[in-house]
């Protein structure tokens, strides 16, 4: 009997150490988030979102296993065009920049809605692309996160586009390069009044005379021919008019203050906008605004009421359409979290009468239309609007009644593939006079 309590005693030890040792381990996953950290947050985040109802992280541990990295579960029973408003007719066109699984990486597409119809496909060569730009190897720089950003389609066939956060493409018609512009661009692509693009870029450096380092997200102005005309810093733009609160003055400061996601040059002039300026969304701000970049004027600012916003346009009346993601950053352990429940919304802002107005609410709540971290609109001609919903790789037609028609980029029968900002073209802007004679190798 004596032998054995003492043979127990050794056991007792060493169960004692194993659970001091896992009492460690659980303190080092918590601190440091080491394994297997992000398996039980995984767990933890989807649980939680269903309980909250809040948005969960977009891929689970087993998914980003057994997932490309573009492609993630689907929200919806259907792939491909939806038409949910039988009586309508849209004569439009989609041009759409989506990860596809048969090809492993994002293509762009030419899509007849009327026809239901893939008119040409643009297909990358993304090693070349990478190849010729070496300083550039990371983030949506791979071939496996490289994003085809915004692609803006040429009147001969081609495309220009970046690869989200680096150097800016120039494609023909039949996918072959025809320059490259070495240097930081990101977010919107558009042309100007006078031919050139516009987007949004990065300049070197610690930003204009700040006190503290920030990243200098500019106005980018690129000539056809893939020259750098000019860059014009927000920062400055915004200190040099009594701006410095939106800065400094706003709760804790961050490197990447402005994160600058639309620049949209005026083309046709309504109400104050002339041709010459250009229109802003700062998302870390929740700011948008109209400036003349030359001049460092602004013509008018508001901050909200969206949230963290994307995408402004110019409507006929001298009016602007806003896409307000309407979500709160680093919410909590799950990230992001849309303030509405999973619902974004289309603000019409009258800078003359410094009113706003959200005529596309109901059907957005009703439809649970919503994006977390980007998405884009356009107010079309017969009050509908087109929506791209990035984050659930679907896009819409909405009038403020109801859904025309949606579209989901799947790319199985359960996946669906990114979205990196499509448009909507209507019949008017597509001269379809370079598919002629098209032999492409």
Not at 146 to 161: I, K, S, T
Request: aromatic share 10%; net charge negative.
């Amino acid at each position: 009997m004596l032998k054995s309590k003492k043979n127990i005693f050794p056991l007792l030890g060493i169960l004692y150490l194993v659970a001091f040792g896992f009492f460690i381990w659980g303190l080092a996953v918590g601190k440091y988030q080491v394994f297997p950290w992000a398996q039980i947050d995984a767990i933890y985040s989807e649980v939680h979102a269903y309980l909250t109802f809040e948005e969960a992280p977009e891929k689970t541990a087993t998914q980003q296993v057994m997932l490309h990295h573009q492609e993630n579960r689907s929200k919806f029973d259907f792939g491909g065009l939806k038409v949910r408003d039988s009586s309508f007719h849209d004569s439009g066109y989609l041009l759409i920049s989506g990860f596809s699984k048969t090809h492993t990486q994002v293509v762009v597409e030419l899509y007849s809605i009327a026809q239901d119809k893939v008119l040409h496909r643009w297909i990358p060569d993304i090693d070349d692309i990478l190849e010729r730009t070496p300083e550039f190897s990371d983030g949506p720089n791979m071939v496996k996160s490289y994003r085809v950003q915004h692609p803006l389609l040429l009147e001969d066939g081609g495309l220009v586009f970046t690869s989200g956060a680096g150097p800016m493409v120039k494609i023909n018609r039949c996918s072959e390069i025809q320059w490259v512009l070495v240097h930081k661009f990101h977010h919107s692509i558009e042309l100007d009044h006078q031919g050139n693009i516009v987007t949004c870029s990065k300049i070197d450096g610690d930003g204009p005379d700040t006190v503290l380092p920030i990243r200098d997200d500019a106005i980018a102005v690129v000539s056809p021919e893939g020259t750098l005309i000019d860059e014009y810093s927000i920062a400055k733009i915004l200190l040099d008019n009594g701006h410095r609160t939106l800065i400094y003055g706003i709760g804790r400061f961050e490197h990447n203050r402005i994160h600058l996601n639309d620049a949209h040059p005026i083309i046709e002039e309504a109400g104050i906008a002339e041709t010459g300026d250009v229109l802003i969304s700062s998302r870390h701000l929740s700011t948008v605004g109209l400036v003349e970049p030359e001049s460092s004027t602004i013509k008018w600012l508001k901050t909200g009421p969206w949230l963290n916003q994307h995408d402004i346009n110019l409507l006929p009346d001298g009016r602007y359409s806003i896409f307000g993601n309407d979500m709160v950053r680093g919410y909590n352990k799950t990230g992001n979290v849309l303030v509405e429940k999973g619902v974004s919304d289309i603000y019409i802002y009258d800078p003359a009468t410094d009113t706003v107005t959200q005529p596309y609410s109901a059907v957005m709540r009703a439809e649970k239309i919503g994006s977390l971290s980007q998405g884009r609109s356009r107010v079309l001609a017969n009050g509908d609007v087109y929506i791209e919903q990035t984050d659930s790789a679907r896009l819409l037609r909405i009038s403020d009644k109801e859904v025309r028609w949606e579209y989901v980029n799947a790319v199985s029968e359960n996946t669906v593939g990114a979205l990196h900002w499509s448009r909507y073209l209507t019949n008017e802007e597509v001269d379809l006079h370079w598919l002629n004679g098209l032999n492409c190798k």
